[in-house]
């Protein structure tokens, strides 16, 4: 029997409106926090289907699909491969706290692509690394949004 998918999730505050934090989380927005993060896009912009392309640490290719994208409900959601470590979804969901303040909810689900990317999976999603993963979001989208 194959082994189920894992998953983690982690939720983190800005001290920013709804309107401001929910476009950093589009394959283009996100260009404005994520270091590296230079997506090739192949077809669309934001909306469900768009597939675009972007380059990893130690240069792993991952191919993106938006599967979800609501600004109404400020939700998205992405289909992603990296090559050859691992395959599955990422969930982002946010949320008004307050006037000036906006939770942030991020869900990664994850399956191994080869017995060697395992402990990866399982590194990246323990709750300390994912904890971390998600205070390195929360640094780099408030030094961004303080930026304009």
């Not at 090739?40 to 990893?56: A, P, Q």
């Amino acid at each position: 029997m194959a082994a189920s998918p894992q998953s983690q999730q982690g939720t983190f505050r800005l001290d920013a409106p709804i309107a401001r934090v929910f476009p950093m989380f589009t394959p283009l927005g996100e260009r404005a926090w994520a270091k590296g993060w230079n997506p090739h896009m192949l077809s669309g912009e934001t909306e469900r289907g768009t597939v675009f392309r972007t380059i990893g640490a130690g240069g792993v290719e991952s191919v993106w699909i938006v599967t979800r994208y609501e600004p109404a409900l400020h939700a998205a959601g992405y289909a992603r491969i990296a090559q050859g470590v691992s395959m599955g979804l990422v969930d982002v969901a946010c949320a008004p706290a307050g006037d000036d303040a906006t939770d942030v909810t991020v869900r990664y689900t994850l399956t191994a692509l080869a017995d060697d990317a395992e402990s990866t999976v399982r590194e990246f999603l323990s709750p300390p690394r994912y904890a971390a993963f998600m205070d390195e979001w929360r640094m780099a989208i408030a030094a961004a949004l303080a930026h304009g």
